[in-house]
C-alpha cells in the first residue's frame, strides 16, 4: 500500500506539472514576454507540448515494457525455473519466500555470467518483473550475504521504483523534446531553420545531461530505500556484510565496470569518482554502510 501510494502521488506530481506549465506557458508567452518587448506569440504552442510529452513520455515506457526482453539480450543468461544446485536453491528459494511475504507475484529469476558480484531488477511492475544475480555473486558472498543482496532487489521491485524512474525520465525527456521543438520552430519561422537546427541540437544535448544529473540523484536515493527494504527482511548486519563483501572485492581486483553498461543504473553496485559522481547510479558503498548503521534495530 505504502508503495502503491508513492506511485500515485509521483503520477499526481506530474500531472500537476504538466497541468501547471498548460497554463503558465501561455500567461508567459501572450502576456508577460510582451511587457518586456519580446513577441514569441505563434511560435509556441500547447500542440508543442503535447507531442514532447508524447516523445517523452512513450520512449521511456516502450523500455519499461520490454526492459526484461532487453536486459536478457545483453547478458550471457540463463532462467532458473526447477533448481538443480545448493546456489540456484538459495536464489530461487529466497526470491520465493520474500514474494511470498509481499504477496506478489513470482519475479522470474535468472543467473548472468559476470566475474562482479552484482544483481539487479526491472520489469514493467512489481506484478510482472525479473531478478538476476551474477556468477561471482555466488562465487564471492555467503549465503546471508545473497539473500540480503536478493532481498535489496525485491526491494527495489516492491518499492516500484522501476516504474517511478521511468516517469521521471519521461518528465525530463518531455522537457528536452520540448525545448529543441520551440526552438527549431522559433528560428524556422524566422528563415534561419540552419542555426534553430543547430542551436536545437546544442540545448538538447546540455539540457539531457543537466537531466542525467537529476536522474542520476533519484536513482541513488533508491538505493538507500532498498537498503533497508533488505534491512527489514534480513537484519541490517546482513546488507552491511554483503556491502563490504561487494566493496572488498572490487578493491581487491580493481575491477571497473564498463563505461557503456547499459544495465548499471540497476545493479546494486556501482563507482564513480570526481565530477562523474554527478552521473552515479549508486551512492558510495560506505555511505550506505553508514545510512544502514543509522537504522533502528
Not at 552484482?118 to 518483473?129: E, I, L, Q, R
Request: contains cysteine; aromatic residues 10%; charged residues 15%.
Amino acid at each position: 500500500m505504502k508503495s502503491l501510494k508513492g506511485i500515485v502521488l509521483l503520477l499526481a506530481a506530474n500531472i500537476l506539472i504538466m497541468v501547471t506549465l498548460s497554463i503558465t506557458v501561455p500567461i508567459v508567452i501572450n502576456v508577460i514576454l510582451p511587457m518586456f518587448g519580446i513577441d514569441v506569440r505563434g511560435s509556441v504552442d500547447l500542440t508543442s507540448l503535447v507531442w514532447a510529452m508524447v516523445f517523452g513520455f512513450g520512449g521511456a515506457f516502450i523500455s519499461l515494457a520490454f526492459s526484461k526482453q532487453m536486459a536478457r539480450a545483453m547478458l550471457d543468461c540463463y532462467q532458473i525455473t526447477n533448481p538443480r544446485t545448493q546456489a540456484e536453491q538459495l536464489v530461487y528459494g529466497s526470491v520465493r519466500e520474500i514474494a511470498a511475504r509481499l504477496n506478489i507475484d513470482m519475479p522470474e529469476v535468472w543467473v548472468y555470467e559476470s566475474p562482479d558480484p552484482n544483481a539487479f531488477a526491472t520489469g514493467p511492475s512489481k506484478n510482472n518483473s525479473m531478478v538476476a544475480v551474477s556468477t561471482g555473486l555466488l562465487r564471492n558472498l555467503n549465503e546471508q550475504e545473497v539473500k540480503a543482496v536478493l532481498a535489496h532487489e525485491m526491494g527495489h521491485v516492491f518499492n516500484g521504483d522501476m516504474f517511478a524512474t521511468t516517469v521521471l525520465a519521461g518528465l525530463m525527456n518531455t522537457f528536452v523534446y520540448f525545448i529543441a521543438m520551440w526552438v527549431r520552430r522559433f528560428f524556422a519561422e524566422r528563415d534561419q531553420a540552419a542555426l534553430g537546427f543547430g542551436l536545437s541540437l546544442v540545448l538538447q544535448i546540455v539540457v539531457s545531461i543537466l537531466a542525467s544529473i537529476l536522474i542520476s540523484w533519484f536513482s541513488r536515493h533508491r538505493e538507500y530505500g532498498a537498503d533497508a527494504f533488505s534491512a527489514k527482511v534480513y537484519g541490517k548486519d546482513s546488507m552491511i556484510s554483503a556491502l563490504r563483501a561487494i566493496d572488498r572485492w572490487v578493491t581487491q581486483t580493481q575491477f571497473e565496470p564498463a563505461p557503456q553498461d547499459a544495465l548499471a543504473t540497476m545493479k546494486i553496485s556501482g563507482r564513480t569518482g570526481g565530477v562523474m559522481s554527478l552521473f552515479a547510479t549508486h551512492p558510495p558503498i560506505e555511505d550506505r554502510i553508514a545510512a544502514l548503521q543509522r537504522l533502528r534495530a
